[in-house]
């Protein structure tokens, strides 16, 4: 009798190491999955670019410097884009982030690139990419930090350590400018 006790108890401990090992492999892949996604929106975006740099080529033909900084950045961003590089693709992010906005703003300055279609059509596209990318990153770091909390609970962590499980990083924004409230006057 004290045999089979032995034996249920050793079952149960197997059973609930093995579960909690699955657990730990499940969310792994949940976040892989997860940066998989993010990986195939900034492929989409990143083909986008080129499109949108050469219709502004047409018009701001002078604003040479502008156009080779977003091509820069995205350039950076496409080196970057990979699981174990998190850091260095979120910074590329931000960079590209910050390019584009000047060349957005180069529309102010060109009244025949602000009424083109195509440019339009573009600048559109992007912002729906852009929408797209926003709720792939948080799917992203709401994985990262289940992930995360899971390897640092115990008996998890137990395991976690035992079989290599480590710490995830998030896709976090560097930019300061992004995370300001913006400044709304009524005159």
């Given at each position: ?90 910074k590329a992010e931000n960079q590209l982030q910050s390019t584009l906005k000047s060349l957005f703003a180069l529309r102010e ?43 640092e609970k115990f008996p998890a962590n137990l395991i976690a350590s035992m079989f290599g499980f480590k710490a995830m990083e ?18």
């Amino acid at each position: 009798m004290e045999y089979i006790i032995l034996i249920g108890v050793i079952a149960v401990i197997i059973l609930l190491f093995a579960g909690k090992y699955n657990r730990l492999v499940t969310l792994r892949n949940r976040v892989k999955n997860a940066w998989s996604q993010i990986d195939v929106r900034l492929q989409q975006r990143n083909d986008l670019i080129p499109n949108l740099v050469n219709t502004v080529k047409g018009y701001a033909k002078h604003e040479s410097e502008t156009l080779e900084r977003v091509i820069q950045a995205r350039n950076q961003l496409m080196a970057a884009q990979s699981e174990e590089n998190v850091k260095e693709a979120a910074k590329a992010e931000n960079q590209l982030q910050s390019t584009l906005k000047s060349l957005f703003a180069l529309r102010e300055s060109y009244p025949d690139l602000k009424a083109n279609t195509n440019f339009l059509d573009l600048q559109e596209k992007l912002k729906g990419m852009e929408d797209k990318l926003a709720s792939v990153r948080q799917y992203y770091s709401d994985s990262v930090t289940r992930y995360n909390t899971e390897i640092e609970k115990f008996p998890a962590n137990l395991i976690a350590s035992m079989f290599g499980f480590k710490a995830m990083e998030l896709f976090e924004v560097e930019n300061e400018e992004v995370r300001k409230a913006p400044k709304v006057k009524f005159d």
